[in-house]
Every structure is written in C-alpha cells, then in structure tokens.
C-alpha cells in the first residue's frame, strides 16, 4: 500500500522534471520566438506542478499568476513590438563550435554545482525525506504579513521604482534629442521637433536586380 | 504527494481545455474543404475591406508599460490573497500595513497614467528598419544564389 | 518519498540549460529567456532545501514570494532596455557589430 503510493509519488515527479526539462530546451531552441515564448510559460506552469509536490500552493499560485501570467505576457509583448526579432529568417543563430564551447561550459557549471552541492557535507544532516504536513496558508501569512511585514512594503517599493524607472527609460530618448547650438548667451539648447516618422526615408522596395 | 492529490480536478481540468481546443483545431481542418487555395481564398476577411500590407505591424512603444502595470498589480494581488487566506487580516495594525502597501503601488500607477502621453512613440522607424533589413537578406540571397 | 537530490538535480539542470541559452545566443530575447530558466531553476533549489531541512522555518517559502517579486520587476526593466536597445542600434541581435558614432540619427 504505502510501497505504491511512494512509486506513485516518484512517477509523477519524474513525468513532471522531465516535460520542464523537455519544453525548456525548447524554449531555448526552437527557430521561432513566439513559440519559444510560448514554451516558456508552459515551462513556468509546469515548475508550479513540482513546487505542488513540494507542498508549497502558494509558491505554485505565484508562480502560475506571476511567470505564466505576468513575464511571458511581457516576453511575448516584447516580440511583438519588434517586428523584426518575429522574423526567423533575419534571426543569426551560433555557429556549431561556439555551440559546443557552450555546451561544455553550462555542462561544468552544471557538474560543478551538483558536485558542490550532493557532495558537500551538510548534506548529511538533512532528513531523507519530507517532515510532516504542518505547514499551510495561514502560518505563513502570518510570518510574512504580522512578523516581517517590512519585507511587503520593500517589495511594493521595488515595484513602484520598476514602473518609475521604465517610464523614465522610455522618455529619455526624447531627452537627448535636445541638439545643443551655439546661442546669444553661449551654448543653449532647442528642442528639436519630435517627427518620428517625417525625417525617415521611405524604404526602397527594389532589391538588387541581376 | 498529499497536496498534489487535492489539485488532480485542476490537473483534470486543464487537461479537458488542452484537448478542447486541440479537438477544435482539428475538427475544423478535417471539414474544410482543401481545394481553392487562391489568394482571394486564404486572404483575411475584414469586414469588406481588402487588407493592406504585411500583418507584423509596429506597436507603439507605450503598450508595453500598460503590460508592466499588468504585471505589478499581479504581484499586488498575489501578496493580497496570501493576506485574504489568513484570519488576522481585519487587526488594525495590518490593516494599516496594507494601506500603506497599496498606496505605494497606487502611487506608481497614478505616475505611471501621468506620464503616459508623454511616453508615446509611435513604431514607424520599428517598421522601417525591418523592411530595410528584409531587403537587406533578399538582395544577399540572390546575389549569392545568383552565381 | 522523493528524496532531496532529485530537486537538487533537477534545479541543477535547469541553471546549466539557462547558462546554455546565455552562453551560446545572440537574440537578447533568448538570453532573457534563458536567464529566467535559470531563475526557476534556483527558485526549485531553494524552496525545496528549505522544506527538507530539519529546521523548518518560513523563510525560504517567504524569500521565495520576494524574489519572484522582484524578478517581475526586473524582468519589465530588461524589457525597457531592450526595446531601447532595439531603438538606438536598429537590432536585438548582439554579435551585430555596431558603431557607436552613427548612433545619433538613427
């Protein structure tokens, strides 16, 4: 009874490290980037699946709302603001030997930490497998939200110079559009009129003839 | 294990939309008809009008800070449910924690909606450059498939 | 019952695929995605050390929720920069090689 319930148990984590694993190299590797956007959030669904094994449902609910939700709805916006990173055929992929230099670096990163990491040795003193179910929703409302409620408004603060910062970021362009000339009073600057699309020439649609 | 069996509906659930909408895709290209595949068959029905142009148009750059204003009341909301799930969320201390949460959020968001005409850039040159850049890759094919 | 090295190998997978992506990509698009498998791949280490150890305690679980916080915040600024990347230089591909004098009408 319990034997079966412990296979069942092992099947299902090996089902699920297995599709992450499969749809992140996809992500990484498929020629068209929407797709690869698209595995991305299947990826980040599915690293919810193992964070429910662990017995953490609000890391899996935050990781479902946040990554599925949130960044490969921003990857995704971002593919399609630029039109020209949607064209695979404009995309220049690695050749094969930076390919395999790669390959043998993340290889050795990978090997390195696992190594440091199964071979260390307070590895020794972790229980070999999972301490009772005691943990739930409320315990650890209470530690963030009555005990460490300082962490929250860090948080809120970080969020709020995200949205500070992108804007910012977003209007300095036309900040450095001010040319500076040579005025009455020394240099001064004039503010150039904003004409995106008047000073570009139009695209030449004849391509090199034979 | 003892979590994971309570989630097997959601598991259920998502698995019956996966084969829902497969089964609709495939449906709907088993009964349409695979003849006529001329340009005026495959083009785009847009209300009587005729399409113009390729569709990888160019956004305006602003639509992406609507999408991290997105993400930022995601982030509010989970924190949020966390706080929903408890049973001390009606003390005063928390409830003043919580104002001074939303407000910091609020204010980056009433920042945010101030500045956002001013943010504006419309695609145009977005749109330039990827034409110039396809000419580009045309005109080296065939100048090296030419010879 | 599982046993903890399986996360660990798992999580261990995952951050030498994402250092792949990173590594051997040009599109900045990629690298951004592979930087995010990462992320997931710590994110498994942590939260399951932290359920395992003998001494449990809400902090993992709790520095999780935070740091997925604020990877949604730098995530949108990557994206900011990115588009203005894209902007000034006319590409997101990085082994484009670009001049930095004619820069300023473009």
Same mark, same amino acid.
């Given at each position: 009874?319990? %034997?079966?319930? &412990?296979?069942?148990? %092992? ?15 996809? /992500? ?6 929407? *797709? ?30 946040? *990554? ?10 971002? &593919? ?8 695979? =055929?404009?995309? /220049?992929? /690695? ?27 307070? *590895? ?15 315990? @650890? ?15 809120? @603060?970080?969020? @709020?110079? =995200?949205? &500070?910062?992108?804007? /910012? ?6 900040? !450095? ?6 005025? !009455?009073?020394?240099?001064? =600057? &004039? ?13 030449? !649609? ?5 | ?12 659930? +998502?698995?019956? +939309? ?8 495939? +449906? ?55 706080? +929903? ?63 | ?34 930087? #995010? ?37 730098? $995530? ?24 930095? #004098?004619? $820069? #300023?009408?473009?």
């Amino acid at each position: 009874m319990m %034997q079966v319930e &412990v296979w069942f148990e %092992q099947i299902e984590f090996l089902a699920i490290a297995s599709i992450v694993i499969i749809l992140a190299y996809l /992500a990484l590797e498929h020629r068209n980037i929407v *797709y690869a956007a698209l595995f991305f959030g299947f990826m980040a669904s599915f690293v919810a699946g193992i964070f429910l094994l662990l017995e953490a449902p609000f890391i899996a609910g935050m990781q479902i709302a946040v *990554y599925t939700g949130g960044i490969s709805a921003l990857i995704i916006f971002a &593919v399609l603001l630029i039109p020209r990173a949607q064209d695979s =055929s404009l995309e /220049a992929f /690695a050749s094969p030997r930076r390919r395999r230099i790669g390959l043998m670096l993340s290889g050795s990163v990978g090997l390195l930490s696992g190594g440091l990491a199964l071979v260390f040795p307070w *590895y020794d003193t972790f229980a070999p497998d999972m301490p009772p179910l005691e943990l739930n929703l409320e315990l @650890l409302s209470q530690w963030l939200w009555s005990e460490h409620v300082i962490y929250v408004q860090m948080a809120a @603060l970080i969020l @709020l110079v =995200s949205i &500070v910062g992108a804007i /910012a970021i977003l209007k300095m362009d036309k900040a !450095e559009r001010l040319i500076p000339i040579q005025g !009455e009073f020394g240099i001064e =600057s &004039v503010e150039e009129p904003i004409d995106d699309v008047a000073t570009i020439e139009e695209p030449s !649609e004849e391509v090199g003839d034979e | 294990m003892r979590l994971f069996i309570d989630f097997v509906p959601v598991l259920i659930w +998502a698995v019956l +939309a996966v084969v829902m909408v497969v089964g609709m895709l495939v +449906a709907s290209w088993v009964l349409r008809p695979h003849v006529l595949q001329n340009s005026e068959k495959t083009s785009s029905y847009e209300c009587g009008e005729e399409p113009i142009g390729p569709a990888r148009i160019s956004y305006p750059y602003n639509y992406l800070v609507y999408t991290i204003l997105f993400v930022v009341v995601d982030v509010m909301g989970a924190f949020l449910w966390l706080l +929903a799930a408890s049973s001390f969320r009606l003390s005063e201390i928390v409830v003043w924690q919580v104002l001074v949460f939303v407000l910091i959020i609020m204010g980056g968001m009433g920042f945010a909606m101030k500045n956002m005409p001013e943010t504006f850039l419309s695609g145009q040159e977005t749109l330039t450059l990827y034409r110039k850049a396809k000419a580009e890759q045309a005109s080296k094919e065939i100048e090296s498939g030419g010879h | 019952m599982i046993p903890l090295s399986w996360y660990l190998v798992l999580s261990f997978i995952l951050i030498a695929l994402g250092a792949y992506g990173m590594m051997v990509k040009r599109n900045l698009i990629r690298i951004l995605i592979g930087a #995010e498998i990462m992320g997931n791949g710590v994110n498994i280490a942590l939260v399951a050390v932290s359920i395992y150890s003998p001494a449990f305690s809400f902090v993992g679980q709790g520095l999780i929720i935070l740091v997925i916080s604020v990877a949604a915040a730098h $995530t949108a600024l990557a994206m900011v920069l990115m588009l203005m990347y894209h902007r000034r230089y006319g590409t997101v591909d990085l082994g484009t090689p670009i001049s930095l #004098e004619d $820069t #300023e009408n473009v």
